[in-house]
């Protein structure tokens, strides 16, 4: 049980396309969702916290208009990139906390690569 | 300043062979500490998880050890396999919903 699943897990786009990201909990429901970012050999990242139904609170530096979340329901989470650019590229992980236990279980990741 | 300081940043050892790796922290007030093993271009997958009350917990050949008063952990791992190569991260959780973590320990198993 407690698996989160992120689709796509790899993506391209051209400087100043939008990426949508999706994070969902395929066996539980998740009151929150996180967004990360991991650069290669670097720690993972904390972006963004998202509730259902309620605005994502983002970490200091992370620009919200540039990085959209949308927590739609207790499964699904999603992150747009916006106006995508090369320093963009990076690996994008979502973890979802069930209600039923106080831990993170991780996504797979996304690749994103900005040319 | 990280809070979480893992040690080394890599290691290479031959298959069969045991390695631990170091997890120093400075999060207060600690809530529980937690090693994932990552893979390259994967998402995190966790380990074990331990409370500040535990002083050791097993997972398998994975073995976490936790001494809450000079805030230091570790994880060795025993006869190790290639399919142990990866990064393993130790995570600090003060709160229920933050976590600090690591830069990760990069092993490498070689046959």
């Known amino acids: 049980g407690a698996v989160v699943s992120q689709h796509p897990s790899r993506v391209i786009c051209k400087s100043g396309t939008s990426v949508k990201i999706e994070c969902r909990s395929l066996?539980?429901?998740?009151?929150?969702m996180f967004w990360y970012r991991q650069f290669p050999k670097q720690s993972l990242m904390l972006m963004a916290t998202?509730?259902?139904?309620?605005?994502?609170?983002?970490e200091q530096g992370v620009e919200k208009d540039k990085f959209l979340i949308n927590h739609a329901s207790l499964t699904l989470s999603t992150l747009t990139v916006t106006s995508a650019h090369p320093e963009d590229s990076s690996f994008y992980i979502c973890?979802?906390?069930?209600?039923?236990?106080?831990?993170?279980?991780f996504g797979p990741g996304t690749r994103l690569t900005v040319l | 300043k990280n809070q979480v300081e893992q040690s080394p940043q890599s290691l290479i050892i031959l298959e069969g062979k045991n390695c631990t790796l170091q997890?120093?922290?400075?999060?207060?007030?600690?809530?529980?500490l937690r090693w994932y093993k990552q893979d390259t271009g994967r998402g995190p997958v966790s380990l074990t998880i331990?409370?500040?009350?535990?002083n050791t917990k097993s997972n398998g050949r994975y073995t976490a050890t936790l001494d809450a008063d000079t805030k230091q952990s570790s994880l060795h791992i025993t006869a190790s396999q290639l399919s142990d190569s990866a990064s393993y991260i130790c995570?600090?959780?003060?709160?229920?919903?933050?976590?600090?973590f690591g830069a990760g320990t990069t092993v490498t198993v070689r046959a």
């Open positions: 973890s979802a906390r069930a209600a039923f236990k106080d831990e993170q279980f």
């Open positions: 066996d539980f429901q998740a009151t929150t």
């Open positions: 998202s509730n259902e139904g309620s605005k994502a609170t983002y």
């Open positions: 997890c120093n922290y400075t999060v207060s007030p600690f809530s529980n």
């Open positions: 331990m409370t500040f009350s535990e």
């Open positions: 995570v600090v959780s003060f709160n229920d919903y933050k976590l600090s």
